[in-house]
Each structure stands twice: as C-alpha cells, then as structure tokens.
C-alpha cells in the first residue's frame, strides 16, 4: 500500500520504518527541515532500538522516504497517518492545533478518497472534529480512523511489529478494510485487532494509559508505606506480582512516572471527564502522588545532610526518563538536578544515551562525565535515577575508588541490601530497609 506519515517523532518515524518493512511504500512528512535533511542523508534523528538497520534497509530498497512538503508525501498515498504532537495546553488538556492544523492542510490538498488515520493520544471526539475540519473544506470523501499506539519508547520496534492488540476505531466498512490488510502481517502469531468505534477507541488509548500510570502510583504508595512500617517492597511487589489478576508488569516502585505520555494523558483525561462534569477522582490522586514521588530522592539526601547539601558534589547516573531511550521529556533526573542546584550542590552526570539532550537543555550548570565512573570523582554520594542495564552490576571497586564517601540514594532500587552491607556502603533506595 502507499502510505504517508505526517510527523516523524518517536511514533511517526516507528511506524513508518515499521509499515516500510512489511512491503508498503511510505513517505513520512515533517515540517522540521533539518530533521528532514538529516534522515534523507541517513541518519536517525532519535535513538530507538533497533530502528536503525529497519530504517537504513527500508530506504536502500526504496520503500522509505521523507521529505518536507505535504503536498508531495500525500499526492499518491491511499492512507495517511497523523502522528503530531498533542501536548497539554495551558489548562492541562490535550491542544489539538497540530492535529486539527494538518487535517485542514490535508483537506485543501486532496483529490481523491483516503483514508485518515489518527495515531495521536487524542480526547474522545477527535476524530469528529478531524471529519468536520475535513467537510469544512473539501467535498473529497475521507474516513477519518482512530488508530491509537501503544509502543513504548525503548521497545518501540518490537512493541509495533509483534503488538499486544492492534486498536481500530472506524464505523466505515471501507477504511475497516484497508485497515485489517495493513495491519495482518503484524498480528500473525494471533494478536487481535479489535475494532470499534472512534470513540472508544479514543478512550481505550487515555484508559490504558492512566491504569499503568495508577499501577505505578499505587506501588509507589506501598513502597513509601514498606518504609514506615519497616516491610521491603521487593518482597511484597513479588508476592502480589505473581497473581495473575494482578501480574508481575509495572509494578516497579520508582522515582515517581515520567516521560512523554503518562503524565500528559494522565491529566489530559482528568480534564476531558472535568470538561464532561465527571469527577475522575482516582487521576487526580495519582497526579498528586506521582508530583510527591518526584522528590522521594532528594528528600532522601536532604534529610541525610540534614537539610544542607551547599557544596556537596553528586554524581547522578541515568537522565532519560527510562532505559533504552535519549527521551528526557518529563524525567525524574530532571527534578532531581534542579532540587540539587537549588540547594547550591554541585551535580555531575553520566546517561549512555541522553547526555546530548540534557546539554542542550541545561549547558554547563551541571558537568558531564565521559563514563559512569568519571562521574563519580571526588563525588559525596551517588544518585540513580535511571535503570540503564549498565548501571545493574558496576565495578565496585572501581567505584571506592574515586567516591569520596560511600554513599549511594538509588530511586530504581539496583543493587541487593546483603551485597551494599558487605562492601560498607550507606545505601537508601526505595521501599527498603536504610542500610549502612
Ligand atoms: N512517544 C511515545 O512513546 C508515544 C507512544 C504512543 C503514542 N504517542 C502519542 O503520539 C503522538 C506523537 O508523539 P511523539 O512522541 O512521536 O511526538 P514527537 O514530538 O516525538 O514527534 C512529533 C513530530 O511531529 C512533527 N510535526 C509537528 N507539526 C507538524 C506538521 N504540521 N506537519 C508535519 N510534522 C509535524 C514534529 O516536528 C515532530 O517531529 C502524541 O500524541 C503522543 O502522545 C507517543
Ligand atoms: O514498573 C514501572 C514501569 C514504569 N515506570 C515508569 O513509568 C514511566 C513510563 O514508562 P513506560 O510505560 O515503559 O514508557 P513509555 O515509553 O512512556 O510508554 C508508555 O506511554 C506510551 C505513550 O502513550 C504508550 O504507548 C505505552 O504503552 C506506555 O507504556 C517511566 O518513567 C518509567 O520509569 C515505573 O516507575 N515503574
């Protein structure tokens, strides 16, 4: 099939390299030219993966392109995705302006049938409003389809080649059709496609979003509770994990949510049932856990130097908001550093993938480190705050070597209590017994 991508960020790039490589031919759209010029020369604006040997096949063998002029990447494609930014506007909710200003540049290009499919997070109602944006301005027939996506950063090829379920949202046998041809080679070990209406499809996105986000939150809660009461959540996360109906998946008690999505979706459908006179009272305690959560670490060194931390050297270890990612939108080790620069400490870090994207956003206020060790030189104590497999099992003695004191907070709880007792370090994680 002949398909274009408007929008080539973390999901338009995955799902056009993804459709690429069953065979369609897919040109991706961005407004962004440098972006553009970089991916015609090659190179991949993110870093994802496994994205790379799909990409550089895909454009050899010509079913990969990109350009910037929509005009040009839509003329012959028989389906065209949105895969644009829906950031929270200023009162929380989802702006739709990327969405709804595409879907009028579309309209006015057009000249025969397609299909509009919407990959974006988007309120329930979206698609209605892509249909009339598109009645408004062109007499062509169009069928605007709810496809939500769920693959997460990190895992984004894998998560869109071998999806859990495929979610279409559609009441036209036509767009439902192509739909299920594009989408068969994906679902062949026997993963359904479920398909339903626009708005349920729409809800489906923010619903299973908000639940991992509450899953999160809620063992975030019991692993501050775990502390108080003296229980280790590693212990109670496994014994309730392995019930089915709960199941073992996020249950990983942290440093608080972070990254693109979750908080952004969490609010957004808080909003969206506000709008609706619905109070969603369960988001907006895990909203507020979740902002608490974001400083359990400092507050964890805080209370260790007793509320000064002026002149204190920290290394921190991880930047993106999770593994396996350079993303740092809406990091934990973001908070963190501007907790620590607050209090006129000095930060130093180390990140595999996603020291380019801090530099840009913070320059020299903090330092760079070329290796995870570097980055403990002469350092008072060491912070985690991102669970880079790297970080799972270092050289300690490496380490005592170039810590000044061993100590070490870790908000994704690495490293075992035995092991940290028996090399002498005070290690405060999360959940757990303090150990010294
Ligand atoms: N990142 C994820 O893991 C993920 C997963 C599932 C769903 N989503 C949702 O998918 C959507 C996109 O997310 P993302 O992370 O890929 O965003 P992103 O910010 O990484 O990428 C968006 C891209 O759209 C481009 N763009 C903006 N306006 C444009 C226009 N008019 N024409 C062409 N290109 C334009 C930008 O330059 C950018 O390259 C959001 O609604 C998000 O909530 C994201
Ligand atoms: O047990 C866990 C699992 C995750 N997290 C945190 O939760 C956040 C999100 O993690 P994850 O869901 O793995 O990353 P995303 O790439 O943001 O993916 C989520 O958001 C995407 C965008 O909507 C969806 O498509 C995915 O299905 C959904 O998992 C990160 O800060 C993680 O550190 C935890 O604290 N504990």
Redesign the pocket.
Known sequence: MKIAV???????LVTGTCLAETGNNVIC????EE?VNKMKAGQLPIYEPGLDVLFHRNIAQGRLSFTTNLAEGIEDAQIIFM????PPGGDGAADLS?IL??AKDISKLITEYKVIVN???VPVGTADKVAAVFKEHTNIEVDVVSNP?????GVAVDDFMKPDRVVIGTGSEKAKKLMGELYAPYVRQGNPIYYMDERSSELTKYAANSFLATKITFMNEVANLCEIVGADVDAVRKGIGSDDRIGKRFLFPGIGYGG??FPKDVQALEKAAVEHKYDFKILKAVMDVNEKQKTVLTDKVLKYYKGDVKGKKFALWGLAFKPETDDIREAPALYIINDLLAGGAEVTVFDPEAMGNVRALLGDKIGYAKDQYEALEGADALLIATEWSVFRNPDFEKMEEVLKNKVVFDGRNLFDLQKMIDLGYYYNSIGRKIVS
């Open positions: 408007i929008g080539t960020g973390y999901v338009g759209v961005d407004i962004v972006k895969a644009l930014p829906t990327y200003g595409a990959k974006s997070t996506e769920f693959l997460r950063e693109s999505c």
